[in-house]
């Protein structure tokens, strides 16, 4: 029998989907990724102009462009000896939004803090 005020939890959603979400969110952790990510908004890339871009050996960035594809942030396609690289979808500009929402907002916080 359960008490009366207590509250029984549940999750929205499946396990699966925590964890799916968990990868995308691995994803987009390293700031190397984070810049691509940023610069693939902006249109289709080589992984030549993203080795220049990132200052990385061609091997790194190609291993960091397999776990953004992996997550299924980015898609490749072979023109010739080229691989070109573009995002798979364009809603992940409103991920970093969020997330500049955050850090302005822990921001505003230790100012505040500061002020007491």
């Known amino acids: 029998m359960k008490e009366s005020g207590t509250k029984q939890l549940t ?3 499946s396990w ?17 990724r984070q810049l691509m990510i940023d610069a693939l908004s902006d249109g289709e890339l080589c992984v030549c102009e993203l080795t220049r871009m990132v200052d990385a050996d061609q091997s790194t960035v190609s291993r960091h ?13 072979k023109e ?9 979808t364009c809603c992940i500009q409103g991920i970093w939004e969020c997330i500049e929402r955050v850090l302005k907002d822990n921001l505003d916080e230790q100012q505040a803090a500061m002020n007491d």
């Open 11 to 13: 999750a929205k959603h």
């Open 16 to 32: 699966r989907r925590y964890q799916a979400r968990a990868e995308i969110a691995r994803a987009l952790a390293h700031p190397s």
């Open 65 to 77: 462009l397999a776990v953004l594809k992996r997550a299924g942030i980015v898609e490749d396609r």
């Open 80 to 88: 010739g000896t080229m691989t070109i690289y573009t995002l798979k």
